[in-house]
């Protein structure tokens, strides 16, 4: 993962042969031409789970005809650490 140098947060992402970028919202700063992390990490746990489910009726034997993962978050960037404890680690 690189810095792209277009706007603030933009990334270039790279895993093995596949390309992408990640961004962050306009109303926080970015260009929004990618997902941002929050919606990345939220989308790994959903294809993982997906996935998962899947594995698990093949294994079983149990008649699945399509897995659809709907996730969602209501984190607000601005207070992700409005109340934390300390300002370290």
Do not use: N, W
Not at 27 to 48: E, I, M, N, R, T
Not at 75 to 80: E, L, T
């Amino acid at each position: 993962m690189r810095e792209t140098r277009v706007g603030r947060f933009q990334q270039e992402v790279v895993v093995g042969r596949h390309r992408f970028l990640a961004d962050e919202p306009i109303d926080v700063g970015g260009l929004d031409s990618g997902p941002g992390p929050y919606d990345l990490l939220l989308s790994a746990l959903g294809a993982c789970t997906a996935m998962t489910l899947r594995l698990y009726a093949e294994r079983k034997a149990l008649p699945l005809d399509q897995v659809t993962v709907r996730l969602s978050q209501a984190k607000i960037h601005a207070a992700d650490c409005a109340d934390c404890e300390t300002r370290t680690g």
